[in-house]
C-alpha cells in the first residue's frame, strides 16, 4: 500500500465518521488533518504509519473531534 492510499484510506473513514455537520466543517477538519498527517510525515523521516497510528483509530479520532466540537457549541 503506498502511502498515499494509507492517507486517503484513512481520512475517507474519518470522512464517513464525521456525522452532524456541515460538509463545509467536515471537509475543513478533514483537510486539517491532511495536512498534519503531511507537515509530520515530512519532518525527520517520521512514517506516516507513525503519524496515523499517534492520531489513533479514524473512529476515534471522529469521536474526539464531534466531542470537542460539542463541548465549544454548549
Known sequence: MTRETQVND????LRALLTGMTVSEREDIVEEIRMHI?????????????????????GE?????????????Q
Open 61 to 73: 479520532l471522529a469521536e474526539r473531534l464531534l466531542a470537542t466540537r460539542l463541548d465549544i457549541e
Open 38 to 58: 503531511r507537515e509530520r510525515s515530512s519532518e525527520s523521516q517520521i512514517s506516516v504509519e507513525s503519524v496515523l497510528a499517534g492520531l489513533g483509530p479514524a
Open 10 to 13: 484513512y481520512l475517507v473513514r
